[in-house]
């Protein structure tokens, strides 16, 4: 029987959901929600229904996981428990602070619905935090390096769009590769922000803009650019489109410990991704924990979950005896 995957919303997000079902033999798409006219909608896979989100609880009965896309700024807070007393329900959340009481709140939802909600799927957090829990769990005397890039951070680029007179912009951030060495190297050392990543921004200006202005700005924006060594480069329209129209992203953990009686033993576990498609990954993680929301409700279970609760069987579609004997 196939797993019939909904999608709530359809950006960059909703259309990797639409793609990675397309590669998971046991699901099909059902429908696709959106806040905008449907008429107005386009999406890749023939013969399935857009529909406004307004319907969405009309589908009660005809979607199995409804895969939310949307953001977590304003979005995942209202639209997960919403929808999770009436599907199953996967998310991105990557709000870290808030993530307990997004928790809370899905979780009373699903309980009273009988539904199974899974937040904050993708790669951090997600994939990332799996990867840290491991390595903790193994190397308990040790310390955790996190580095994110080389790739587009999406909400900097949006942070740096809102600055008056800026038309465009693209902002990435890049590992220090003298501290991603050390770190690699076992080197038992705190480094600081400004020390681990760097940041730098590629603007399309408005005619007539101040670019000495909107440099400093930038590069003053605190929670943003203030604790880092920040590069900006003003180009042009045609070169933005030319050589920054991608969302590539990727990242490091890494633990380093030691092990033995005395500890005399070096270790370092590490985890990467090198994504050409930073919102087409995350779909597919999205897309492999629609699996697992559907094989618990299967169960009988209701909550919230985090990926910390998902054993990793529930994610492929192998059965325990393929992967015994493929994987194991």
């Known amino acids: 029987m196939s797993i019939r995957i909904g999608i709530l919303g359809y950006g ?5 959901v639409e793609c ?4 998971n033999p046991d699901m099909e798409l059902a429908a696709v929600f959106t806040r905008r006219d449907p008429q107005t909608v386009s999406i890749l896979t023939e013969g399935v229904p857009v529909c406004k989100i307004e319907e969405a609880p009309d589908w009660k009965d ?7 896309c949307g953001g977590s700024a304003t979005d995942l807070p209202v639209q997960t428990p919403e929808f999770a007393r009436y599907f199953h329900v996967i998310d991105s959340f990557d709000t870290h602070a808030k993530i307990p009481e997004h928790y809370a709140a899905v979780d009373a939802a699903a309980k ?8 904050s799927c993708g790669w951090d957090p997600g994939m990332f935090s799996l990867n840290r829990l491991y390595a903790n769990a193994i190397l308990p005397r040790g310390k955790d390096d996190t580095f994110w890039g080389k790739g587009v951070s999406q909400g900097h680029s949006d942070a740096v769009r809102r600055i008056e007179g800026v038309a465009d912009a693209r902002q990435y951030t890049i590992p220090v590769k003298e501290a991603l060495d050390r770190v690699r190297a076992g080197e038992n050392t705190e480094l600081t922000t400004r020390q681990k990543h ?15 202005r909107i440099e400093e700005e930038i590069k003053a924006m605190p929670n943003y650019f203030a604790d880092y060594d920040t590069t900006v480069h003003f180009i042009s329209e045609e070169e933005m489109a030319r050589d920054h129209s991608g969302i590539p992203h990727g990242g490091f953990v890494i633990r380093s410990g030691k092990t033995g009686w005395e500890e005399e033993y070096g270790n370092v576990i590490e985890y990467s991704l090198k994504l050409d498609s930073n919102p087409a990954f995350t779909s597919s993680v999205l897309t492999a924990f629609a699996r697992a929301a559907f ?5 009988g279970q209701s909550g919230c979950r985090t990926v ?18 493929t994987m194991l």
């Open 12 to 16: 960059n997000l909703g259309k990797g």
């Open 20 to 23: 990675a079902v397309r590669q």
């Open 62 to 68: 005809k979607i199995d996981v409804m895969i939310l």
């Open 112 to 119: 009273e619905g009988g539904k199974v909600g899974i937040i």
């Open 198 to 212: 760097t940041r730098e921004c590629f603007v399309v200006v408005k005619e007539g803009a101040d670019k000495g």
């Open 295 to 299: 094989r618990l409700g299967q169960e």
């Open 308 to 325: 910390f609760d998902i054993a990793p069987a529930y994610l492929s579609a192998k059965s325990p005896e393929e992967l015994r004997s």
